[in-house]
């Protein structure tokens, strides 16, 4: 199987999934921006090729790279980069070589927050109303007669939390347009609830092999727009209304052979139209693995390898290579700014924490929704997250 990866590079971690295809047996071929001699050598362990391109966003250079592969090794089964920026340029690639995997005609729904929504109603999932935005004089009378203030405006293709705005009144909008914009926005109503997730691998046939649940801070938005400090965790279970949710979502999208991030909210009060105070509303779904370290996180929090498990999917369309029997924790990532000062350093937190997983600088590209300096930490019980969240967090 000839399987090309597009950045293996970047993210750092996302070595791993060609690490473990190439365990498997698969020809796990490279293109990237970042010069050979400058690679990791966990990258270019993890390949067979490699081929360096002047710059990604360059279609016919990442084109050229694809058919010199295909020239050489013959057909191209798969090719993924697993990172949303890249995900309508991985599906053009895969259209024009007729290569297995998500075509554009596919990828739009899964990348337009618009049309997303029809797909989660499909699935039976309330979503937040919305149009897309034209002139300040339309969209109040929106906001009037429709959904009130406050409603977020957010690019309807765009990547996480980035260019995502709260607009509390008639002058915040009004200032919007003044700002101005270059794509196509979105605006909709206003969303109080808890950010939770659906992350996991399915197969060919969209069934879930391996699932797990992410709790978020009520607004990624804020965390990005102001700079300020990220926390969420790994739960140690799925609750049951979010893995039936989750999967049916995928039904419905048709999503095969990847690993996904649906997003939800739980809502925190009653919202007309929507749902009660507990109720389970879409927020957006991503397919490609959650942002940053957060596959390790499931790692270490699930005890399993994820990166595993999707190289088994994509070779054998069912997990052969990992053990499913499994103890279970919470798995805690906290984000550091560097604009405050805190109380305890790394040694000393590490002193009464010895068992923190991994510490480290995030890169400058994930600082915005990740933090600068991140911890990431398991516990057994919920208590002990909460007690080491107070201290990393603390300041002088």
């Known amino acids: 199987m000839n399987f090309i990866f597009i950045s293996p590079a970047f993210p750092k971690n ?10 498997n047996g698969v020809n796990v071929l490279g293109i990237g921006d970042t010069p050979y001699n400058e690679l990791e050598q966990n990258v270019k362990d993890s390949l067979c090729e490699y081929y360096k391109v002047v710059s990604l966003e360059n279609y016919d250079e990442v084109y050229t790279a694809v058919a010199f592969f295909a020239f050489k ?14 995900l309508r340029q991985d599906a053009k690639l895969r259209t024009d070589f007729n290569i297995n995997g998500a075509k554009m005609d596919d990828v739009v729904s899964f990348t337009s927050k618009s049309e997303m929504k029809d797909f989660y109603k499909k699935a039976g999932v309330p979503v937040a109303r919305y149009k897309f935005c034209t002139n300040v004089e339309d969209d109040l009378k929106y906001i009037e007669d429709e959904i009130g203030f406050p409603v977020v405006v957010k690019p309807n293709v765009g990547v996480g939390a980035q260019a995502t705005y709260r607009l509390e009144n008639k002058e915040d909008l009004i200032n919007f347009y003044k700002k101005g914009f270059q794509v196509p926005y979105i605006m909709e109503e206003y969303i109080y609830g808890d950010i939770t ?4 691998i399915c197969d060919s046939n969209s069934n879930v092999v391996f699932c797990d649940n992410e709790i978020f801070p009520p607004s990624i938005m804020d965390i990005v727009n102001e700079n300020l400090e990220t926390s ?5 279970e799925v609750p049951a209304d979010i893995k039936k949710i989750g999967q049916k979502v995928l039904k419905a999208f048709k999503i095969r052979s990847r690993y996904f991030h649906l997003e939800f909210f739980r809502l925190t009060k009653d919202k007309k139209g929507l749902g009660k105070s507990g109720d389970i509303v879409a927020l957006e779904v991503n397919m490609r693995p ?14 399993v390898d994820t990166y595993q498990i999707y190289a088994d999917i994509i070779c054998y369309d069912k997990i052969i290579n990992v053990k499913m029997d499994h103890p279970k924790y919470y798995c805690f990532y906290y984000g550091r700014r560097d604009r405050f000062d805190y109380k305890y350093s790394y040694d000393e937190i590490k002193d009464k924490y010895p068992f923190i997983q991994m510490h480290g600088r995030m890169s ?6 990740m933090g600068n300096e991140f911890y990431i930490a398991r516990f057994e019980f919920i208590e002990d997250l909460l007690k080491f969240k107070e201290m990393v967090s603390e300041k002088k």
């Open 232 to 236: 969420y965790y790994v739960n140690k």
């Open 364 to 369: 400058d590209a994930l600082a915005g929704a």
């Open 14 to 23: 996302y070595y791993n999934f060609c690490d473990r295809l190439k365990r």
């Open 290 to 303: 959650p942002g940053g370290y957060t596959p390790d996180m499931i790692n270490f929090g699930q005890s």
């Open 73 to 86: 090794y013959g057909k191209i089964d798969w090719l993924e980069s697993n990172n949303e920026y890249w």
């Open 197 to 200: 997730s659906f992350d996991g």
